[in-house]
């Protein structure tokens, strides 16, 4: 199965709800899409959304990165398949989501070259899983509403995004926590924005009212590692890391330093799903639990953190793969069941995605 084109296509979709974070406001989905093309009419999908204030990457940079790469990938054997990929990562430094779908993309085409769906050739089992849904930062009815909405969707686990002013963000937490049934998990995701003394009084002051998050996500800078370790030594509430892990070798100086609670693993961090397995591996290795998530980004790859979520059940215990239900619309058939908070992978072989003929025409 020899590799004889890639191409790009942008993906638009929109959104059910503008998505708000402290980081940013989006109204709509654009993300772009690569499809690999080989010698057997095989294509493999990959996907990744340029996420600037995150990775770094524009819609611009990935499109070029990938046709920087694409040259040195053309006329190669997808059976060479770990040369592929040590090629495609000394290639280029950084540009991470642009990686990732291309990776993705090659995963998709060996799982199909097997003629087996992907996460059991990555070993995994598992089938159905359930996702939180994100609540966009706001006002504080506007979040209560929306908390509501979402369990009487379904949902049992809400990742609430906070992180603009810590005052308001007590309060946010704490109404939304009263609005709720006491079986709501919430998971709080600040996207870097506190300081660590300030987490700390806020957290604090959560905990007093015996509202104690399933975690605290990313509470400082992403390259504020004392102060993770600071925040961790002083409160209850778990600590998770996002921004703050890209790279296995970020993990593992987190890790060492006791520094964290969980990791959370993103393909367009990672620059995708050779290195995610790898930091799964490696949490595993400090006993620490690892959670999936994504950016907001489109089903394929999407779908590709479901499969990895299923390679790695023992260790991915939480997940965090709501983007395709904030969807209104996308052009992608799958064969995978995103139905709210449930996801069911399907048996068909590779990621088990495909994209109209728009998409897919050289
Ligand atoms: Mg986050």
Same mark, same amino acid.
Request: hydrophobic share 40%; glycine share 6%; net charge negative.
């Given at each position: 199965?020899?590799?004889?084109?890639?191409?790009?296509?942008?993906?638009?979709?929109?959104?059910?709800?503008?998505?708000?974070?402290?980081?940013?406001?989006?109204?709509?989905?654009?993300?772009?899409?690569?499809?690999?093309?080989?010698?057997?009419?095989?294509?493999?999908?990959?996907?990744?959304?340029?996420?600037?204030?995150?990775?770094?990457?524009?819609?611009?940079? !990935?499109?070029?990165?990938?046709?920087?790469?694409?040259?040195?990938?053309?006329?190669?054997?997808?059976?060479?398949?770990?040369?592929?990929?040590?090629?495609?990562?000394?290639?280029?430094?950084?540009?991470?989501?642009?990686?990732?779908?291309?990776?993705?993309?090659? @995963?998709?085409?060996?799982?199909?070259?097997?003629?087996?769906?992907?996460?059991?050739?990555?070993?995994?089992?598992?089938?159905?899983?359930?996702?939180?849904?994100?609540?966009? !930062?706001?006002?504080?009815?506007? !979040?209560?509403?929306?908390?509501?909405?979402?369990?009487?969707?379904? @949902?049992?686990?809400?990742?609430?995004?906070?992180?603009?002013?810590?005052?308001?963000?007590?309060?946010?937490?704490?109404?939304?926590?009263?609005?709720?049934?006491?079986?709501?998990?919430?998971?709080?995701?600040?996207?870097?924005?506190?300081?660590?003394?300030?987490?700390?009084?806020?957290?604090?002051?959560?905990?007093?009212?015996?509202?104690?998050?399933?975690?605290?996500?990313?509470?400082?800078?992403?390259?504020? @590692?004392?102060?993770?370790?600071?925040?961790?030594?002083?409160?209850?509430?778990?600590?998770?890391?996002?921004?703050?892990?890209?790279?296995?070798?970020?993990?593992?100086?987190?890790?060492?330093?006791?520094?964290?609670?969980?990791?959370?693993?993103?393909?367009?961090?990672?620059?995708?799903?050779?290195?995610?397995?790898?930091?799964?591996?490696?949490?595993?290795?400090?006993?620490?639990?690892? !959670?999936?998530?994504?950016?907001?980004?489109?089903?394929?790859?999407?779908?590709?953190?479901?499969?990895?979520?299923?390679?790695?059940?023992?260790?991915?215990?939480?997940?965090?793969?709501?983007?395709?239900?904030?969807?209104?619309?996308?052009?992608?058939?799958?064969?995978?069941?995103?139905?709210?908070?449930?996801?069911?992978?399907?048996?068909?072989?590779?990621?088990?995605?495909?994209?109209?003929?728009? @998409?897919?025409?050289?």
């Amino acid at each position: 199965m020899k590799i004889t084109n890639i191409r790009t296509q942008t993906l638009k979709a929109p959104l059910k709800n503008p998505f708000i974070t402290s980081l940013r406001r989006v109204d709509a989905l654009e993300d772009l899409v690569v499809i690999i093309e080989c010698d057997d009419g095989s294509l493999g999908y990959g996907e990744g959304a340029p996420t600037p204030v995150i990775t770094g990457e524009t819609m611009g940079s !990935m499109i070029a990165c990938i046709e920087y790469i694409s040259p040195h990938l053309i006329g190669r054997e997808i059976e060479d398949f770990d040369t592929i990929l040590a090629l495609l990562h000394s290639l280029i430094l950084k540009n991470t989501t642009a990686k990732s779908a291309l990776e993705i993309a090659l @995963y998709d085409l060996k799982a199909k070259a097997s003629k087996v769906p992907l996460f059991r050739l990555l070993g995994g089992s598992r089938t159905i899983f359930s996702t939180d849904i994100t609540i966009s !930062m706001g006002e504080i009815d506007k !979040m209560i509403c929306d908390s509501q909405n979402a369990v009487n969707l379904g @949902y049992n686990t809400l990742k609430i995004k906070i992180g603009d002013s810590p005052q308001k963000d007590v309060e946010r937490v704490l109404a939304i926590h009263q609005s709720l049934d006491k079986h709501i998990k919430l998971r709080l995701d600040a996207n870097q924005g506190w300081s660590a003394k300030e987490s700390v009084d806020l957290l604090l002051a959560l905990e007093k009212q015996n509202v104690i998050a399933e975690f605290i996500e990313q509470p400082v800078a992403a390259d504020d @590692y004392e102060g993770l370790k600071y925040i961790k030594e002083r409160v209850q509430t778990p600590l998770l890391a996002d921004e703050s892990i890209f790279s296995v070798k970020d993990a593992q100086r987190l890790l060492e330093m006791q520094a964290i609670d969980y990791v959370n693993i993103k393909l367009a961090k990672t620059a995708g799903i050779s290195q995610a397995l790898k930091l799964a591996d490696l949490s595993k290795e400090f006993g620490v639990k690892c !959670m999936i998530g994504c950016m907001l980004e489109g089903p394929i790859s999407v779908a590709a953190g479901v499969h990895v979520a299923s390679a790695k059940a023992d260790i991915i215990t939480m997940l965090d793969l709501d983007a395709v239900s904030l969807l209104a619309s996308h052009p992608v058939k799958t064969d995978i069941d995103f139905n709210e908070s449930k996801i069911v992978l399907s048996d068909s072989p590779g990621l088990g995605v495909s994209i109209s003929s728009k @998409y897919t025409k050289s």
